[in-house]
T-cell receptor, first 114, second 118 residues
Framework: GDSVTQMEGPVTLSEEAFLTINCTYT??????LFWYVQYPGEGLQLLLK?????DKGSNKGFEATYRKETTSFHLEKGSVQVSDSAVYFCALRALSSGNTPLVFGKGTRLSVIA | GAVVSQHPSRVICKSGTSVKIECRSLDFQATTMFWYRQFPKQSLMLMAT?????????EQGVEKDKFLINHASLTLSTLTVTSAHPEDSSFYICSARGSGGEAYNEQFFGPGTRLTVL
């Protein structure tokens, strides 16, 4: 079945460091890919998404490019801030119908220290 | 923006009792709602998918008689954990997908409910 594998954390970085969180997927067809973020004590929020190969999703300085050839959707940010500390989830949705749920990776906890 | 609320945010109950968790889409109509369970240091596990007015579709391994899901309106779904036991302690998260507007075909998440069964 469909699955998402993302790097295990926790990841601890100093402020202004470069961030990469790796994510690879297995799916039939051409899934849509997502990154969600969960701040402490809050629900999941959509961070960015890409719906087809070579699309780049971006938001709040974060970027991820849909790479079909490597089945990857790595999350990057050039300069992290303390406020970026959260758990990041990579996810896919195989079909666009209303009943198709998101399939999540295990999440990567990011801690940014000043 | 599209907001999903959950109530309660935390609940502690005795073993053998039932607990109801409400999930509401506050400013959009949700034709489909999903219930997830999140274990510590693990990902979100999909429990069931429900469409308004229909019976929920449960994932393999999820007991439908234990986790009762009702999606009676386009803005409300409930999850009832019946005869709860300590192993049911977990973080339960609902998600709603909208039928139109900003929420169309996007999945929005509630803040979650921490259930502790003593």
């Amino acid at each position: 079945g469909d699955s998402v594998t993302q790097m295990e954390g926790p990841v601890t970085l100093s402020e202004e460091a470069f961030l990469t969180i790796n994510c690879t997927y297995t799916a039939t067809g051409y899934p849509s890919l997502f990154w969600y973020v969960q701040y402490p004590g809050e629900g999941l929020q959509l961070l960015l998404k890409a719906t087809k190969a070579d699309d780049k999703g971006s938001n709040k300085g974060f970027e991820a490019t849909y790479r079909k050839e490597t089945t990857s959707f790595h999350l990057e940010k050039g300069s992290v801030q303390v406020s970026d500390s959260a758990v990041y989830f990579c996810a896919l949705r195989a079909l666009s119908s209303g009943n198709t749920p998101l399939v999540f990776g295990k999440g990567t906890r990011l801690s940014v220290i000043a | 923006g599209a907001v999903v609320s959950q109530h309660p945010s935390r609940v502690i109950c005795k073993s053998g009792t039932s607990v109801k968790i409400e999930c509401r889409s506050l400013d959009f109509q949700a034709t489909t709602m999903f219930w997830y369970r999140q274990f510590p240091k693990q990902s979100l596990m999909l429990m069931a998918t429900s469409n308004e007015g229909s019976k929920a579709t449960y994932e393999q391994g999820v007991e439908k008689d234990k986790f009762l899901i009702n999606h009676a309106s386009l803005t409300l779904s409930t999850l009832t954990v019946t005869s709860a036991h300590p192993e049911d302690s977990s973080f339960y998260i609902c998600s709603a997908r909208g039928s139109g507007g900003e929420a169309y075909n996007e999945q929005f998440f509630g803040p979650g409910t921490r259930l502790t069964v003593l």
